[in-house]
Nanobody, 124 residues
Framework: VQLQASGGGLVQAGDSLRLSCAAS????????MGWFRQAPGKEREFVAA????????YYADSVKGRFTISRDNAKNTVYLQMNSLKPEDTAVYYC??????????????????WGQGTQVTVSS
């Protein structure tokens, strides 16, 4: 599967952004989907994940209550709604797909496919 992330940009603290990740292929609904981010000089970190059906979602503590992950399997797209953005949310955001739908994971190495990333910059 090929993933294409979009929707990043430059915003002020407190603003909102919605990231999208469009997937190619007919098996999109067979994957757990995740969002990760990587700030300069830091390791890639887990942000959120969603089960293949969309019925279960998981969040990093740092974004819980502010970010919402969702998916539309008919459109082969996963979204990340980001509200109340903070300067520390500044990073390149990546979407990822995991073939093993029996569980989710926070570990980047457990994901099989990656998008190219989209830059989110939050100014104070």
């Amino acid at each position: 599967v090929q993933l294409q992330a979009s929707g990043g940009g430059l915003v002020q603290a407190g603003d909102s952004l919605r990231l999208s990740c469009a997937a190619s292929g007919r098996t999109f609904s067979s994957y757990v989907m995740g969002w990760f981010r990587q700030a300069p000089g830091k390791e890639r970190e887990f942000v959120a994940a969603i089960s293949w059906s969309g019925g279960n979602t998981y969040y990093a503590d740092s974004v819980k209550g502010r970010f919402t992950i969702s998916r539309d399997n008919a459109k082969n797209t996963v979204y990340l709604q980001m509200n109340s953005l903070k300067p520390e949310d500044t990073a390149v955001y990546y979407c990822a797909a995991r073939r093993d739908v029996s569980s989710w994971s926070e570990e980047p190495k457990k994901y099989d496919y990656w998008g190219q990333g989209t830059q989110v910059t939050v100014s104070s």
